[in-house]
């Protein structure tokens, strides 16, 4: 298992061993060669950062190339000047690869200056021809390509193409392959997410996911366990699991448990106090989770329901395979079983043939509902989804019903975050806030000398700005919330 692997003690002379994850840790060693040949002529070791795009999957994947990175001996560095720069990247929207292709540009200029430097890109949009194709002939100074299914070999990637001098591509079309125990570097000591599950299978019309992401595979749930037991040995209180729709967790596997039951497992775990998962389809969320999430004292209060329209003709031409009647009658079946749930959502507006009574009957959910918190955005069209043939809406109509959207969403939900104000709730506190606004927020709370702002997050996901010091982060405290500011709460602890 990995912790327990000296990688100096590899040698090297051998053969790569065929198996995994043995064959990775080889070459891990293989590169602390190369980065100690690096040390010697430069005097300083290599520099690498991890540069990360989109969701909590791609976030936890950038957490795996900087555990193989910082293995290997690099120097992880948040400076993108630095000897290699690897981008993880996503492709649920376009403007998300444009933001990529535009920061790549400013890449090359460092790259000129530092002829050392070499530079990766990663994730969903490398899983895609046309990107490939376009880096290939236009992104002359990226080194390393690869995609989502055989980011487990990494490290082999990297020999590669330190070895051969020149560009690396490697993309798989896919993989049934889980890749266990390869290092990991987390973010936070106290809170980690989880994969239980990768890829999706519900091919929803205007999503790439399933095209980049692959088939759906469950996690063996010993793997998952013993994953989790090992974080919470390490100081871990918080987990997050981890999957495209973690209702049909298990479905594909031999003798497969159900979410509800891995849950009831994962609870059992000693020093995990916060259990969290992303994402649920509405259409696979059974009774028997609701009724786990209820007996918990460890879920938590909150629960992200993609809705993406309101309108039963839109949810069909999104194979969504529910319709608004049977989304709102499942939120208040969550509501009536666990009154104080926070219900978030996801809404796309401007799907293709959407029309203002469409958007409409979403804004009548969004009434209903009363959501914490909505992620709204506009509909772009992926090349080789369903939707991506279908008759697009006009700009200015899409914008408008977006803002109508929008605003419909802000006004309830901060009605909605607004009604914990006066009372006195446990927060995990994440980090401290040295943003420009924090001494004003400190002065105005009252705070002591030397107090520094601390943003903690309640069970049900929403945040607050309290005084405290440095050392409570990653502890359990209690606060008082005294004033709702939209999204978030100002507090002390008491
Ligand atoms: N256009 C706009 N939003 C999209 N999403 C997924 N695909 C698209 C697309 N093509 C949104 C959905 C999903 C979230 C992660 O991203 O709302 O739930
Ligand atoms: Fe995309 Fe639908 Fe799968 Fe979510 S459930 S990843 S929206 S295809």
């Not at 998962?277 to 696979?284: I, L």
């Not at 989770?289 to 004292?297: A, H, R």
Request: hydrophobic fraction near 35%.
């Amino acid at each position: 298992m990995y912790g327990d692997v000296n990688f100096d003690q590899i040698n090297l002379l051998e053969a790569p061993p065929t198996g995994e994850p043995d064959r990775q840790y080889y070459f891990i060693a293989k590169c602390r060669q190369w980065v100690r040949d690096f040390e010697r002529e430069q005097g300083r070791r290599p520099r690498a950062c991890v540069v990360n795009f989109g969701c909590q999957m791609n976030a936890r994947d950038a957490e795996k190339l900087s555990g193989i990175l910082h293995s290997a001996g690099y120097e992880i560095t948040e400076d993108e000047n630095a000897d290699f720069v690897i981008y993880n990247t996503c492709t649920v929207r376009d403007n998300a690869n444009q933001k990529v292709y535009g920061r790549l540009g400013v890449l090359n200029g460092f790259k000129r200056q530092n002829p050392l430097m070499k530079v990766a890109l990663c994730g969903c949009m490398t899983q895609e021809a046309q990107t490939v194709a376009k880096l290939k002939e236009s992104y002359p100074f990226v080194d390393l390509i690869f995609g989502t299914h055989n980011l487990y070999r990494f490290a082999e990637l990297l020999c590669e193409m330190y070895g051969s001098g020149g560009r690396v591509v490697d993309i798989w079309e896919g993989t049934d392959r889980i890749v266990e125990d390869l290092p990991v570097e987390r973010k936070y000591p106290f809170k980690s997410g989880i994969n239980i599950m990768f890829g999706c299978d519900n091919f929803c019309s205007y999503c790439i996911v399933p095209y980049v992401r692959g088939r759906e595979r469950s996690r063996e749930p010993r793997e998952i366990l013993r994953e989790i037991e090992k974080l919470a040995g390490q100081g871990v209180v918080e987990v997050m699991l981890l999957g495209q729709n973690v209702n049909s967790y298990g479905k594909n596997l031999e003798n497969g448990i159900s979410f509800a039951e891995l849950l009831r497992e994962v609870e059992k775990i000693e020093g995990i106090k916060r259990i969290r998962f992303m994402t649920s389809h509405p259409k696979d969320l059974s009774d028997e989770l609701i009724q786990v999430m209820k007996e918990s004292q460890k879920i938590c209060r909150h629960l992200h329901l993609p809705l993406q329209s309101g309108s039963d003709r839109i949810l069909k031409a999104m194979n969504r395979r529910y319709t608004k009647e049977q989304y709102l009658a499942l939120t208040e079946k969550i509501r009536r079983e666990i009154p104080d749930m926070a219900i978030t959502t996801d809404i796309i507006v401007g799907f293709p043939g959407e029309t203002p009574e469409d958007v409409q009957e979403t804004i009548d959910v969004i009434r209903k509902v009363q959501y914490d918190n909505a992620f709204t955005f506009i509909y772009s069209k992926r090349t080789g989804t369903a939707a991506a043939s279908m008759e697009p809406v006009p700009e200015k109509v899409v914008r408008q019903g977006f803002d109508e959207v929008l605003k419909c969403v802000q006004d309830t939900a901060r009605m909605r975050i607004a009604r914990y104000q006066g009372m006195t709730m446990e927060a995990l506190v994440e980090e401290v806030n040295e943003g420009q606004n924090s001494s004003e927020a400190l002065r105005e709370l009252g705070a002591g000398e030397g107090q520094v702002l601390l943003t903690g997050r309640l069970s049900n996901n929403t945040i607050v700005h309290f005084p405290g010091s440095r050392e409570q982060v990653g502890t359990f405290v209690n606060v008082y919330l005294k004033e709702c500011r939209g999204f978030y709460y100002l507090g002390v602890t008491v």
